[in-house]
């Protein structure tokens, strides 16, 4: 009975995949509030050149640079794991797999895109980059990569993180970034916010706005973005190839493939190597998994609306919560995003990919489980995932079904105790975000032209 399935150093993908070349459509254009189209040239304020043709590119396939596939080599290949002690704990016949990214020095699958912007922005002659962190996940992986390349890394990590979480903090620090709790008075954006509620507790909107003014103010400054844009789903593909060629050595395919979605970097990168396939005509059902809290593809809104919460970014078209939307504190923080990769909402309303929402209790015991029978303790995020393949994995049990389920093990929970402290000792709740909110949400969106 084969667990770890493993390639070489040198089965780390040599190129990306780039989803835009087998979309049955173009992508939806990035507007100016005015509603005329932004020419890429205007996100080179704060990205550099390599990473703006990466986000509108539509060739199939993209170089990954050498000195890229070198830091990957430090932990890459991640294992594809097939979880034979969950399967029989469920008593099911399915057979369950997942691609563990926990691996990573900073415990995730972001250090994936965090190596590659570092590295674009070296070559680019920046010499530091700023950025906002929820969980500290972002942060830490950017703070891992500057370091390998030499740049310095500023981070606005969302208050309420910045508090309950001081090892991410320490972490980045130890990898030598600058850490700021955010809203801070050192941006206008934060000045702003601070004004109207001096005990704000932060949100991503409002440290996105922080660093990408700071970038835009500054020559020797970029901005990198964690999840979300095009370019960052692309550089994680490493995680969805690597699964493909794993599958071909055990000769299996999956049914269905699911991961969190947060922003939607871990679900594209884990799926949208299998939606070539599916565009070629092979049956793979292909699965977001978010929270019932934050439910933006299941129940938001698609429209244009901005990444930010001040209004600094440009429109994307994508499902929304609407761009005030302040999450409820619930425990995994990476999923607390208003809004969506365009890519995966573009994909979600075409019908190729489906949604589901889960709730918070259910994901903290479907990560237990998962821990007392595989032993990886999950990241809160991750749980989101292992929650939907559970529940495939007990359909298949009453249907006898003998079912190929794949989940991305996004990263690992070492930094969450605290979570699953309060998830024990019965504090945490469910939350469904009301829907009068949705709605109201949707008055605020942008008036496009
Ligand atoms: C950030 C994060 C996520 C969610 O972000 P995506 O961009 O949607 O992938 C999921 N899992 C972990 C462990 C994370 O750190």
Same mark, same amino acid.
């Given at each position: ?152 890394? /500023? ?216 821990? /007392? ?77």
């Amino acid at each position: 009975m084969q667990t770890k399935i493993l390639l070489d150093e040198k089965d780390i993908p040599t190129h990306w995949y780039n989803v835009i070349a087998d979309m049955p459509n173009p992508p939806a254009p990035v507007l100016a509030p005015d509603g005329s189209p932004v020419p890429p040239e205007a996100l080179l304020a704060i990205f550099p050149e390599a990473l703006v043709e990466q986000e509108v590119s539509d060739k199939r396939w993209i170089e990954i640079p050498e000195p890229v596939r070198e830091i990957y080599q430090l932990w890459r290949p991640s294992p594809l794991c097939r979880a034979h002690r969950l399967e029989a704990a469920l008593g099911t016949p399915a057979r369950i797999y997942y691609k563990y990214e926990g691996v990573s020095p900073a415990g995730s699958h972001k250090p994936n895109t965090a190596v590659a912007q570092a590295w674009y922005n070296k070559q680019a002659g920046i010499k530091r980059l700023a950025t906002e962190t929820g969980a500290g996940q972002w942060g830490s992986s950017l703070a891992l990569a500057g370091q390998m390349f030499g740049l310095d890394i /500023r981070v606005y990590m969302v208050k309420v993180s910045y508090e309950q979480k001081p090892f991410r903090r320490s972490m980045m620090q130890t990898w030598g970034a600058e850490v700021l709790a955010s809203p801070t008075d050192r941006t206008e954006s934060g000045r702003q916010i601070l004004a109207a509620d001096p005990d704000s507790p932060g949100s991503l909107g409002i440290a996105i706005s922080e660093a990408v003014e700071e970038a835009a103010s500054r020559e020797d400054t970029n901005y990198a973005l964690g999840s979300v844009l095009n370019h960052v789903l692309l550089h994680q593909t490493v995680i969805g190839l690597e699964a493909k060629k794993q599958f071909e050595q055990v000769n299996d395919y999956p049914d269905v493939v699911l991961a969190p979605c947060g922003g939607g970097s871990n679900f594209g990168g884990a799926a949208f190597p299998f939606l070539a396939d599916k565009a070629a005509g092979k049956q793979v059902r292909l699965v977001a998994v978010e929270p019932a809290s934050c439910p933006t593809l299941t129940r938001g809104h698609y429209a244009y609306d901005f990444g930010d919460t001040v209004g600094h970014t440009p429109l994307m078209k994508m499902y929304t919560l609407g761009h005030d939307f302040v999450p409820p504190g619930i425990h995994a923080g990476g999923l607390r995003y208003h809004g969506d990769s365009a890519l995966v909402s573009q994909l979600y309303h075409e019908g190729l990919i489906e949604a589901v929402a889960v709730k918070q209790l259910a994901t903290f015991e479907a990560g237990v489980q998962f821990a /007392r029978a595989e032993g990886i303790i999950p990241a809160p995020e991750s749980n989101h995932a292992i929650r939907a393949a559970i529940d495939e994995a007990l359909k298949c049990r009453e249907s006898g079904e003998a079912k190929a389920i794949f989940f991305n093990l996004s990263g690992h929970g070492h930094f969450d105790m605290a979570s699953y402290d309060r998830y024990f000792s019965g504090e945490l709740e469910d939350y469904e975000y009301p829907e009068e909110q949705i709605n109201a949400a949707l008055e605020r969106l942008p008036k496009v032209g």
